[in-house]
């Protein structure tokens, strides 16, 4: 049986609001348009097949769901196609969806026709940055796991929340700025950290390199600085958080090859709700006892 399929973050961030459309390998007919986010393209093969799995029957009676049973009894997976993302809002995807439907049934009105011939000679505008492709070539583009090769010993993961979760229109200096602090921190083991990387949605955004001296504590006309005096009023965040001013951004110029690469898959349970991960000699030390392998290179300082 056909397994469920997910996006990566990365990828549902990337995709944003899309127009999507089901083709049956079988014939090789398009069965279903529509639009949404995240990973609704897939939502309909993977209800069918968790049904599948739990042996239970459709509660009400759908085409689609019935052209998806037959796709995956036959053992093959539906073809899935974003014909359309990076959309502004889910207005602008209703009204692409619509345009779509109604090209089809302007081509056959009871929408059964099997081929399509297009005439166009040019390509609509940004079609080849943002139009069709297959689920295959969205993970390629938006999925890629990093490279462990290049992810260096004696570095600090941050996983930011400021201003919420990370969106496209954010540069360098924002993921920056949203990275550098503040953090509740063993300095201890801050000594010989030398590299800072940030991944938001468990991307990696940018590197940057630091010093044990880069390092101070949160102080007022810092981000955040107002909600810490509430807290401490309350009796709480009696420790001082930790941050960097330091901005030697190596991201281009030595780690070009992990900008926008994924890591999501090394973290599991605790480890992925955490904002501060260390890949350093201590953590090193208790993989290495669990016999297990770290997922960046203790040899790359």
């Not at 995807?93 to 090209?103: D, L, P, R, V």
């Not at 993961?157 to 496209?168: E, F, Q």
Request: proline letters at 4%; glycine letters at 6%; one cysteine or more.
């Amino acid at each position: 049986m056909a397994e469920k399929q997910q996006l990566t973050k990365f990828a549902r961030e990337q995709l944003g609001h899309y127009v999507y459309a089901l083709r049956n390998p079988i014939d090789k007919t398009i069965f279903y348009v529509g639009k949404g986010k995240g990973d609704r393209v897939l939502a309909h093969a993977n209800g069918v097949i968790e049904k599948l799995e739990q042996n239970e029957n459709e509660s009400e009676d759908s085409l689609k769901n019935d052209v998806i049973r037959k796709i995956l009894d036959a053992g093959l997976e539906v073809e899935s196609y974003i014909v359309q993302h990076g959309l502004a809002d889910d207005d602008q995807a209703f009204a692409t969806e619509s345009a779509i439907y109604g090209t089809l049934k302007l081509l056959a009105e009871d929408l059964s026709h099997r081929q399509f011939a297009l005439t166009n000679k040019v390509a609509p505008p940004r079609f080849n940055s943002k139009g069709l492709r297959t689920i295959q070539q969205v993970l390629a583009d938006y999925g890629q796991p990093a490279d462990i090769r290049l992810i260096p010993h004696n570095s600090i993961l941050i996983k930011p929340t400021l201003s919420g979760t990370w969106h496209p229109s954010m540069g360098r200096e924002l993921v920056w700025e949203a990275t550098r602090g503040w953090w509740r921190i063993n300095r201890n083991r801050l000594a010989n950290i030398r590299y800072v990387i940030a991944i938001p949605n468990f991307v990696i955004r940018g590197v940057w390199e630091v010093n044990a001296s880069d390092w101070r504590e949160q102080r007022r006309g810092d981000h955040g600085w107002s909600d810490i005096l509430a807290k401490r009023r309350l009796g709480k965040e009696r420790i001082p958080r930790l941050g960097f001013d330091c901005n030697i951004d190596l991201t281009e110029s030595r780690f070009e090859g992990l900008l926008n690469t994924s890591i999501e898959e090394h973290f599991v349970g605790q480890a992925k709700r955490a904002n501060v991960q260390f890949l350093d000699d201590y953590r090193l030390k208790t993989i290495r006892k669990r016999r297990k392998k770290p997922f960046w290179n203790p040899n790359l300082s």
